[in-house]
């Protein structure tokens, strides 16, 4: 197999590091997505990640709490998945770093770009946590402003879906799939593909976006040597 692009950004939620657990991490699960990451590495891919912490702590819904408190505790919570997701790939043999917006230097460098890039560029995994930084700004913007920055060729978004449908195939038998998107489509039509901070950012930069289903986590591999899986919004 022969990849198509040379640098991704995989996003990865929280939820499917619980796997079949619904909270927490189930390592067999991390395994098995970061074997698949290994196998884009050994390709020669350049992989950066940006992971949610829906899995440990989601500040929407955290009642009467304040928002911004809130949206700290998920940062954290993006950390300890970003450290999880490093163990994993530092026991099968592939070089990582940790980078969070939070400062924290006793467990993970704090976020620079230009160190991204070059720990990239000798084949190293980066993975960022902490999302963006900011509260109210969800890792959906983070993974589009950190593909930005690093200079990816497209975003990978892996969800619980096989792709993006013009509504909730969970409940509607009926929902048509699309195979292809503009971004001005997600947006004009309000489909639930990133948050519309992260769909903008991603069309101001010409940013493809890639959605599929880690329920088999080989759809990395399919996805990064050309495929066609999911849903592609370009």
């Not at 390592?27 to 440990?56: H, P, R, S, W, Y």
């Not at 084949?123 to 983070?142: E, H, L, M, Y």
Request: aromatic letters at 6%; one cysteine or more.
């Amino acid at each position: 197999m022969k990849p198509v692009y040379k640098r991704v950004l995989l996003k990865l939620s929280g939820e499917v590091l619980a796997g079949g657990k619904g909270s927490g991490i189930d390592f067999d699960k991390v395994e098995e997505v970061c074997k698949t990451i290994k196998e884009c590495v050994d390709l020669g891919v350049e992989v950066a990640i940006v992971v949610g912490g829906g899995n440990f702590w989601r500040g929407r819904s955290s009642g009467k709490m304040d928002r911004t408190r809130a949206d700290h505790m998920g940062m954290l919570a993006t950390t300890i998945n970003s450290l999880a997701l490093c163990d994993t790939l530092e026991q099968l043999g592939v070089t990582t770093r940790v980078q969070t917006a939070i400062e924290m230097r006793q467990i993970a460098e704090p976020y620079i770009r230009n160190k991204a890039v070059s720990h990239l560029s000798k084949g190293r995994v980066v993975i960022f946590g902490c999302g963006t930084g900011n509260p109210f700004f969800s890792t959906d913007t983070a993974a589009a402003l950190r593909g930005v920055e690093i200079g990816a060729d497209v975003i990978f978004k892996a969800t619980n879906v096989d792709g993006v449908y013009d509504s909730d195939p969970k409940t509607n038998p009926n929902a048509k799939k699309y195979d292809t998107l503009t971004h001005h489509d997600v947006l004009a039509q309000e489909l639930h593909v990133m948050d519309s901070a992260a769909a903008s950012l991603c069309m101001e930069n010409n940013i493809d976006i890639l959605v599929f289903n880690l329920n088999n986590p080989h759809n990395i591999v399919d996805a990064v040597c050309g495929k066609t899986i999911g849903t592609l919004v370009k």
